[in-house]
C-alpha cells in the first residue's frame, strides 16, 4: 500500500519501477526521476492506462479521489481513458474557437481576393473595437449583452453608423464561424435593429435644368485651373473621382481618342483586377482631346494629369474636388460621384442604350450569368455617345441660369 510518504521518498533506478496500491493504481517511477500516477484496468475485454497526474503536482490523496472517479465511470460503462481524450480534444476546441481564432482564420480566408480599403477598414474593427473585449470568449459563450456593450461604445466613440459596420464585421465573423461548426448562432446577425441607423442616402445629383447653374459656379469660381479641368473631365468621361485624379498621361492614346484605365485602378473585386482584360476603355470627345492638351503643359512634367500642388510626384487628393464643391454652394447638392448620377439619367431620359451607359460607368454586371458571357464593350457606339455628350453640355453651358447677368 502506498501512501505520500512513499511517494515522496521513492528513488528512481535505472528501469522503470511501478509501486502498487490497490484495484489497479500506482505510481510510475521512470529513470530520469519522473514519478506519475497511472491506472491500469480493462474495458470491453481491452487493456488501457489512463494517467492521472504527475506527482507531486498531483499528491497521493487526490490521485486517490481521482482513481476513485475513473472506477465509477467504469461501472456506469464508460471509458475513463476515451473520456478524458474526448474532454482534452473539447478543450481545444473551445480555445480555437475564441473570437480572435475564429477572426484570424476568416479574415486570412479573404484578404488575399480583398482591397487594401477592405483590409485596412476591417482589421481596423477587429483590432480596436472588437477583439478587446470579444478576442479570449470562445464563440458561443458571446451574450447579446457582450456585444451591446462592444456596439455602444463604439457608438460613443466613432458614431452609429461606424458601429454598425463593426457589427458587420462581427457578422461575418461568425458566419464563418458557423460554417466551420464553432457556433451554432450568428449572434451579431440577429442584432440588426440594435440602434436606429440613419438610412444610406444616395450621393447629391442634380437635375438637368440644374446644370446651367453649376457650370456658371464653376466658371466663376476662384480655383486652380487644373482643378476646374478634372471637373471638366469628370462630365467628359463620367469615371470615378479615384480613377481621374490618379490618372496618368501614359494611359492616355491621343491617335485613337481613348483613355485605358489599369484595372488596379477600377472598383471591381480584387480577382478581376489581376485580369489585364478588365481594364476600362474610355472613348474621348473632340472636346475631352482638347481639354486634355490644354492641361499638359499645366502638369509641370509629372506623371499624373493632377498632380498634387505640394509634388508633381504625387497626385492630387481626392478630397479637393469635394472642398471646392462645397465652396462653391453645392455642399448637398452636387458631389463628384454624383456626376454620374446625373449623367445616366440624363443619357437614360435621352434614349441611349442603357448597356452602352452602364458599360460607359465601368458597373459590373448584376446578372451574373450575364456578365459570365458578356464581353462587349460597345466602343464604337460609346465613342458616338460620348460625343454627343459632350456636345450636349456644350449647349447646358451656353444657357445663363436665372438671375444671372446676361
Request: proline residues 6%; aromatic residues 10%; glycine residues 4%.
Amino acid at each position: 500500500m502506498l501512501s505520500e510518504k512513499i511517494a515522496k521518498e521513492a528513488k528512481p533506478s535505472d528501469k522503470p519501477q511501478k509501486l502498487p496500491h490497490e484495484k489497479g493504481l500506482y505510481l510510475y517511477i521512470s529513470p530520469s526521476g519522473g514519478k506519475s500516477w497511472r491506472f491500469d484496468f480493462r474495458f470491453s475485454s481491452k487493456r488501457y492506462t489512463l494517467t492521472l497526474g504527475k506527482y507531486p503536482e498531483v499528491d497521493f490523496l487526490s490521485a486517490q479521489n481521482k482513481h476513485l472517479d475513473a472506477r465509477r465511470k467504469l461501472e456506469d460503462g464508460i471509458n475513463p481513458a476515451q473520456h478524458k481524450r474526448i474532454a482534452k480534444f473539447e478543450r481545444q476546441a473551445v480555445q480555437n474557437n475564441t473570437f480572435d481564432e475564429v477572426a484570424k482564420a476568416w479574415y486570412d480566408s479573404k484578404a488575399e481576393r480583398r482591397s487594401d480599403v477592405w483590409r485596412t477598414t476591417h482589421s481596423l474593427y477587429l483590432r480596436r473595437d472588437l477583439s478587446p473585449a470579444l478576442g479570449k470568449l470562445p464563440l458561443p459563450d458571446i451574450t447579446q449583452a457582450v456585444l451591446l456593450g462592444v456596439l455602444t461604445k463604439a457608438e460613443k466613440r466613432s458614431g452609429v453608423k461606424t458601429a454598425d459596420r463593426v457589427r458587420q464585421t462581427a457578422v461575418q465573423v461568425f458566419d464563418y464561424g458557423v460554417r466551420k461548426m464553432k457556433v451554432t448562432t450568428n449572434l451579431p446577425r440577429l442584432m440588426a435593429g440594435w440602434a436606429e441607423v440613419p438610412p444610406k442616402m444616395n450621393r447629391p445629383w442634380l437635375k438637368e435644368s440644374e446644370l446651367p447653374e453649376f457650370f456658371d459656379a464653376l466658371e466663376a469660381y476662384p480655383s486652380y485651373l487644373t482643378t476646374k479641368a478634372a471637373v471638366r473631365l469628370l462630365f467628359l468621361t463620367l469615371v470615378r473621382k479615384k480613377e481621374l485624379v490618379q490618372a496618368k498621361w501614359s494611359e492616355f492614346d491621343f491617335d485613337e481618342a481613348l483613355w485605358v484605365v489599369p484595372p488596379e485602378r477600377m472598383k471591381m473585386p480584387t480577382e478581376q483586377k489581376d485580369n489585364r482584360h478588365n481594364a476600362h476603355d474610355v472613348p474621348l470627345s473632340r472636346q475631352a482631346l482638347e481639354l486634355l492638351k490644354e492641361l499638359k503643359p499645366m502638369s509641370s512634367g509629372s506623371e499624373y494629369l493632377f498632380p498634387s500642388n505640394s509634388s508633381p510626384e504625387k497626385p492630387m487628393s481626392p478630397s479637393t474636388l469635394n472642398m471646392m464643391f462645397n465652396r462653391m454652394g453645392f455642399a448637398g447638392l452636387l458631389s463628384p460621384h454624383g456626376i454620374r448620377a446625373t449623367a445616366s439619367t440624363i443619357l437614360n431620359e435621352l434614349g441611349y442604350n442603357s448597356d452602352y451607359i452602364e458599360k460607359q460607368l465601368a458597373h459590373v454586371e448584376r446578372n451574373s450569368v450575364r456578365g459570365a458571357y458578356n464581353h462587349a464593350k460597345y466602343l464604337t457606339q460609346r465613342r458616338e455617345m460620348m460625343q454627343e455628350w459632350a456636345d450636349y453640355l456644350d449647349k447646358l453651358r451656353q444657357i445663363k441660369p436665372k438671375g444671372s447677368s446676361a
